[in-house]
């Protein structure tokens, strides 16, 4: 019905609109002509007392009074048409708004969208924390795996070198009234390893059972491997001393039959051989962690890789878009808004469009920034609140 009302006004308002319109601009055409004569003689006329001009002053005063009047009755006769054009544009507009992002039903509709967005948002940052916590989880038992590994390996590097040096005492302490004790000692060496109580690492993510659980796992396998390790090089240092006793006899035999000049020069040679040895002995166990260790670190290596892709994410059902929209918490903020903008824009403008810009323009330039480039502005006059909506 409103609409039909709409139609009839605006066919009525064309239908008299062209009598109006003459009307006026004959009221215009006479109004001017008589202008163009005054501004004739006025153009011609000096400035000055007399009869002539005080005539000519009545008659512009006259002009202006009818011109006035010729004026409203210009705007009465137009107004009934120029109301209808206004009736007849907030008609359309109306129409158009109801379809526009602020229309009722549109709203209503976004809302629940943005709702949904909100929802799936809350939801996968929940499940990205979960993820995140599993992830940690898993990659702590590979840490924890690996440290339990490099102990035991440290255990064994430890209990050699400490089984070489003592071996190597032994060997030093031979002389020619105790060779066949020293040769015994060495020959009956212990071969046994006996592996020291390990450390746990520090707790973050994993149950001290959980700890209990992995160690149990790693070390029956890694401590029959440190036996046999152990076993082996400690058998082999055994019959390196033992192929050496005889030239360590003769060696002694050698300095007991020396003048004191000789027994010097021979004792020296020993001492320099036997910290060779010695060094030889650090360098030859330090190869033997190294090697120890890179297969540990790329076990570990490629548990953390499969960790890292075992890693799902899942795809939010709706489009999601965050952005970051600033809120003013005190007026001293809108003259934190002008600063930033005018730093990085406003400066390049002319006065002319400085003073055309708003705030609202210079915080919506502020958000777009922020949201662009990460950049904001650091104050505590000012909030960012990232707000979640569905894209379109």
Request: include cysteine.
């Amino acid at each position: 019905m409103e609409e039909l009302t709409t139609i009839e006004s605006f066919q009525s308002v064309i239908l008299s609109s062209n009598n109006i319109a003459e009307q006026n601009s004959a009221s215009l055409t006479r109004a001017l002509q008589v202008a163009d004569a005054l501004i004739s003689e006025i153009e011609k006329t000096e400035i000055k007392e007399s009869p002539e001009i005080r005539f000519l002053d009545q008659n512009c005063q006259s002009f202006l009074q009818k011109a006035s009047k010729t004026q409203s009755l210009m705007n009465e006769r137009r107004k009934p048409i120029t109301q209808a054009f206004d009736q007849i544009r907030k008609f359309f507009t109306e129409q158009e708004n109801q379809l526009s992002k602020t229309g009722e039903k549109v709203t209503k509709i976004q809302k629940f969208r943005n709702d949904l967005a909100s929802f799936t948002a809350a939801e996968e940052e929940k499940a990205e924390k979960e993820r995140q916590l599993k992830a940690a989880t898993e990659q702590e038992k590979i840490d924890c795996r690996a440290y339990f590994k490099t102990s035991l390996s440290k255990d064994l590097v430890d209990s050699l070198e400490m089984a070489f040096n003592e071996m190597n005492v032994i060997f030093e302490s031979i002389q020619l009234s105790n060779i066949l004790l020293r040769k015994s000692d060495i020959k009956n060496f212990s071969t046994k390893y006996k592996p020291a109580e390990i450390i746990y690492p520090y707790l973050r993510y994993l149950t001290q059972a959980e700890h209990d659980t992995i160690y149990s796992d790693v070390s029956p396998s890694e401590i029959v491997k440190n036996e046999i390790e152990y076993r082996k090089q400690i058998t082999e240092k055994i019959q390196y001393y033992l192929d050496r006793i005889e030239s360590k006899r003769q060696e002694l035999i050698e300095i007991a039959n020396s003048n004191e000049a000789e027994r010097e020069r021979l004792k020296k040679e020993a001492e320099e051989r036997a910290r060779k040895e010695a060094e030889e002995r650090k360098q030859e166990l330090l190869k033997f962690s190294q090697k120890q260790q890179t297969s540990i670190e790329a076990e570990k290596t490629e548990s953390s890789l499969n960790n890292m892709f075992d890693q799902q994410y899942a795809t939010p059902v709706v489009g999601i878009k965050k952005t970051l929209q600033i809120e003013v918490l005190n007026p001293s903020g809108y003259g934190q808004i002008f600063m930033f903008w005018f730093d990085r824009e406003g400066k390049t403008l002319s006065n002319e469009k400085i003073e055309k810009k708003s705030i609202a323009q210079m915080k919506k330039y502020c958000e777009d920034i922020a949201n662009k480039d990460g950049e904001i502005i650091n104050s505590t006059a000012l909030k960012y609140t990232e707000v979640v909506t569905a894209s379109k």
